[in-house]
């Protein structure tokens, strides 16, 4: 074996091993009190425990480097396995379910099963063969597979992407008090990475896999080190004191969800339209008050509602948005202070105006609409 492919089989090493320490630690190491609440706080952790140790499947490569037929597996399981792997990890992660139904089976049972399948296959010298000379269809299919594959992560990123855009805006006025802030940035390296092992395939080039094996071992132990804490922790400190209380109330959470949403069936049902202005007219009058509250929640404002008007308030900031509602009242507070202040600071007119930075203040500017002069004619400095 030349020293070239000796490179390639000592980077495929370091690759596997690194994947199968940070599944080890990964599935047994759990974060105190959080190891408490092991399936609320990590809900994932089995799955991305496998998903680090499955780089095994490469052995092939690191005992036959210099084999045509596993360099044609090499080249085809990235464009397989990674968008699978990253499209499951989010949905059980988001979607708080286990992998099963029809689709799962179809979308990562059997991509895993048939790669495993091929690892075994080049390490039997004839099917190694085989896959040489049959390249070309090996190729074929597998590319199909994996357009398909990366077709799926996209959809779920792009559906991802739109619900926490909508949980975070729909309950939280600032956007450093955003939950899912994490999930905002790690949203991104799944296209990445796909692309990056579709170029591997394309390019045909052994020096760059060699290189995104390299990349890869450095994330999956920087990726770990975040991941080994729940991901709670970018919120700001006071909501990180309710952790966890969050995870023993769980069941009790979707208790009282399940009986709210009946509930608010029927008061929508039944109740009128002045009730519905009632309604509108308290969150008004309690966002005025306390619209300058930095970290002020969703659930601070409904806390406050009398009693038979929650539904129809509930209704009222969903139909605005609460970010949107909140920072309409803000934003009108900035531009008043603006006017009477024309020599302040971007970063003192946030401040005075309720929100928790000068970014802050930007990105709402940005985000809301527009502020609806009827909403925010209570407003005065």
Not at 276 to 289: F, G, K, M, T
Request: net charge positive.
């Amino acid at each position: 074996m030349s020293h070239g492919y000796t490179y390639y089989s000592d980077i495929c090493l370091i690759f596997i091993v690194t994947g199968i320490i940070c599944g080890i630690v990964r599935l047994i190491h759990h974060c105190r009190p959080y190891d408490k609440e092991i399936r609320y706080f990590y809900p994932a952790s089995s799955l991305t425990a496998f998903v680090f140790m499955a780089v095994a499947m490469l052995t092939p490569y690191y005992l036959h480097p210099e084999a045509p037929g596993t360099w044609v597996f090499v080249r085809v399981f990235g464009v397989v396995f990674y968008p699978a792997v990253f499209a499951a990890m989010f949905l059980q992660y988001f979607k708080w379910h286990k992998l099963r139904g029809s689709s799962a089976i179809l979308l990562f049972y059997v991509p895993m099963s048939l790669l495993f399948i091929m690892t075994c296959s080049v390490l039997y010298a004839p099917v190694g063969v085989w896959i040489e000379v049959h390249s070309s269809v090996v190729l074929g299919i597998a590319s199909g597979i994996g357009i398909i594959l990366t077709a799926y992560m996209l959809k779920t990123l792009i559906w991802l992407k739109s619900r926490i855009s909508a949980y975070n805006k729909g309950n939280f006025s600032d956007d450093s008090d955003f939950p899912h802030k994490f999930a905002g940035k790690v949203i991104y390296l799944p296209v990445v990475w796909t692309a990056i092992v579709w170029a591997v395939l394309l390019a045909d080039s052994r020096v760059l896999n060699m290189v995104a094996e390299i990349i890869m071992s450095i994330w999956m132990v920087l990726f770990l080190c975040l991941i080994l804490h729940p991901q709670r922790l970018l919120r700001p400190k006071y909501i990180e004191e309710q952790l966890d209380r969050i995870g023993c109330r769980k069941v009790k959470f979707m208790e009282e969800a399940i009986i709210a949403a009946k509930e608010e069936e029927v008061k929508e049902a039944e109740e009128s339209e002045p009730e519905s202005n009632e309604a509108r007219r308290q969150v008004l009058e309690i966002i005025l008050q306390k619209y300058r509250e930095p970290h002020l929640q969703k659930s601070d404002i409904l806390a406050l509602i009398g009693s038979g008007k929650k539904s129809g308030a509930n209704r009222f900031i969903i139909q605005v948005g609460y970010y949107n509602l909140i920072n309409m009242f803000r934003l009108e507070h900035a531009r008043l202070y603006g006017l009477a202040h024309p020599e302040a600071k971007q970063s003192e007119i946030a401040e005075a105006a309720g929100f928790a930075s000068g970014s802050s203040f930007s990105k709402a500017k940005r985000s809301v609409p527009q502020v609806d002069p009827e909403i925010v004619s209570g407003v005065k400095l």
